[in-house]
């Protein structure tokens, strides 16, 4: 039995289990692998990964072949038919092949019943193909697979930039590295990733930021064992340019788990007076502590609501503090496509909240001429400057630091009243926000 035979019904199993239970793809599948062979582990990933990031137009397709409702249909038929979709768009399997296949994966598991119901709309669709293609490609939205809400949101907040930023998000983000500033320079790394066979480019906006031609695994990455790199978004990267870093200061990196953005501070200024990393997810928190480790750098790492700071903060205010709020990551949906399935509308109204809440906390840490980095990886107004608009309207001590005065901010992103927003693709970036504020 080959491995993608094998491999697509626990692949739809795991896509079924993200639309059922809104858990993350990453962790669904490692149920669905858990005993699996390289091969058929790769497979199944594959077959998920394509599915989930092709639901929504697939979803269109499937609204021109089925009599149901494709929303009353029930999550594994869902599944097993996104996952034949995908493997049709991928065509590197005879098309009749792909539908028997999906016929018998229905019949092999729960979704027995509906094993008629999925070789119908398949061979369907097999036989009015172009026409049905050709209307979903009119859909701009349709065609990147983006859901109603995230397309309209963005024709409303980005109208400009709409068509390009849906494309954007459909398709293969670069993989990025951050080089360690201590230890190295881009150029300097980029020879060793050549002597290592690994074709990579530097951005020359973004210092210590090299991006890879292919993705590779990290262990293939020299010195990576060691730190000498890490895996970083050029936008993450971004980050340390508000902050304006300095010798002696005392940083709070509010939201800090899984540390990318704690490793970046480390690196870029040794001398901080202390680094603090707290975050609410212990098991998150511990993934702080491995990289710490990892990358050679010390940080006192706090499991601790950020929102509740008289549960543990000493009371000893921080002269930086960078709040990587919890947000929609609408900005990484091309790293995290399952976001597309487990994010809502109604998110936004919840996640407006405890942003504000979260940045008012905060600020009552933050030292009297400190400066306080509000960031997100997402690009909705409603939890990007709505929330620092509301937190301006009551905080009389606060003063937005322009983008313009961030020394050493590189020529990316729009600017808004408060920050700056680097839509995602700019500059082959995920979607990031950045605001300063500084205290009177
Ligand atoms: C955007 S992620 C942070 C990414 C991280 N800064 C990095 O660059 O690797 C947001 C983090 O906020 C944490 N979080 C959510 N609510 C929190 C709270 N009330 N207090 C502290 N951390 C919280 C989440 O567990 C999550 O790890």
Redesign the pocket.
């Known amino acids: 039995m080959s491995s993608a035979f094998a491999a697509r019904l626990p692949a739809a199993i795991a896509v079924a289990r993200v639309l059922g239970e809104g858990s993350s793809l990453d962790i669904c599948l490692q149920e669905s692998v858990a005993g699996s062979d390289p091969a058929r582990a790769s497979a199944i990933r594959s077959l998920a990964f394509g599915a989930v990031r092709g639901y929504y137009r697939h979803e269109a397709i499937l609204g021109r072949l089925s009599s149901q409702p494709v929303e009353r249909l029930e999550p594994l038929v869902r599944a097993l038919l996104s996952v034949a979709l995908f493997e049709l768009e991928d065509a590197r399997t005879p098309a009749y092949a792909i539908v028997d296949a999906a016929v018998d994966a229905a019949k092999a598991g729960p979704a027995a019943r509906a094993a008629g119901f999925v070789n119908a709309v398949l061979r369907r669709y097999l036989r009015e193909r172009p026409a049905i293609d050709a209307t979903v490609g009119r859909d701009a939205a349709a065609r990147h697979a983006a859901p109603a809400w995230i397309a309209a949101l963005l024709r409303a907040d980005w109208p400009e930039q709409a068509s390009t930023v849906l494309a954007a998000l459909d398709s293969q983000a670069p993989m990025w590295l951050r080089v360690d500033a201590r230890r190295t320079t881009a150029d300097a790394y980029l020879l060793r990733l050549r002597d290592a066979g690994i074709g990579a480019t530097v951005e020359p906006r973004v210092p210590y930021a090299v991006r890879l031609e292919e993705a590779c695994d990290v262990r293939a990455l020299p010195g990576f064992a060691e730190g000498l790199a890490s895996v970083?978004d050029i936008g993450?990267q971004c980050?340390v340019v508000p902050l304006d870093l300095r010798p002696g200061l005392r940083v709070l990196?509010?939201?800090?788990?899984?540390?990318?953005?704690?490793g970046?501070i480390a690196e870029r200024e040794t001398g901080l007076g202390e680094l603090v990393a707290?975050?609410?997810?212990p098991k998150?928190l511990a993934k702080?502590g491995e990289n710490a480790a990892r990358g050679a750098f010390s940080a006192r790492l706090i499991a601790?609501?950020?929102?509740?700071p008289g549960a543990w903060w000493d009371g000893r205010p921080f002269d930086r503090i960078?709040l990587?709020?919890?947000?929609s990551?609408l900005g990484v949906i091309r790293r995290h496509p399952d976001i597309r399935l487990r994010k809502s509308l109604a998110d936004l109204t919840k996640l407006h909240a405890?942003q504000g809440?979260?940045l008012r906390a905060a600020w009552s840490m933050l030292a009297s001429g400190g400066r306080l980095v509000y960031?997100?990886?997402t690009f909705t107004h409603r939890e990007n400057r709505d929330v620092l608009a509301r937190f301006l309207d009551t905080a009389r001590d606060a003063l937005v630091v322009p983008a313009q005065a961030w020394d050493g901010w590189p020529d990316l992103g729009a600017a808004d009243p408060f920050g700056r927003q680097i839509l995602p693709g700019e500059a082959g970036a995920d979607g990031f926000y950045y605001a300063a504020i500084t205290k009177r």
């Not at 601790?304 to 509740?308: L, W």
């Not at 990587?324 to 947000?327: Q, V």
């Open positions: 970083q993450a980050a990196d509010a939201c800090a788990a899984p540390g990318g953005k704690t970046l707290v975050d609410v997810d998150r702080v601790a609501d950020a929102a509740d960078l990587d709020a919890p947000c990551g405890v809440r979260l960031a997100t990886c």
